[in-house]
């Protein structure tokens, strides 16, 4: 933009000025939307201008975690007796295994039930 542009720009907003001053409450208040509309839309314009271009890039780093040391195991030997319990004890011929009755079927046990 040059000043002639510029000067160019003063001239229109003072004949806006000119003309709001003569209108209603409003009026006003419709052009000064306007106005706060085409202000903020320039400054973006301007902003974007005057921002350098530069290309942004993510980068991913993976950090890996140390696997948590587990304590050494100690060289003491136990000098108390392992407990013995039922099924630690082998099965020996001495122990007698009886034979057990058969289980009636389940149709005769319903019908045992309803004659009681």
Request: aromatic share 2%; proline share 9%.
């Amino acid at each position: 933009m040059d000043n002639n542009d510029i000067a160019q720009i003063r001239r229109t907003l003072d004949a806006i000025e000119k003309m709001t001053s003569k209108a209603d409450a409003k009026s006003k208040m419709e052009v000064l939307a306007m106005l706060g509309k085409t202000s903020q839309s320039v400054i973006a314009m301007a902003k974007k201008l005057t921002e350098p271009k530069t290309k942004t890039r993510t980068k991913i780093v993976t950090q890996y975690k140390d696997k948590p040391q587990q304590p050494q195991p100690s060289n003491q030997t136990k000098t108390a007796e392992p407990s013995t319990t039922a099924t630690d004890k082998p099965a020996t011929p001495f122990q007698s295994i009886q034979p057990q009755p058969p289980i009636a079927p389940l149709s005769m046990q319903r019908d045992g039930d309803g004659e009681s």
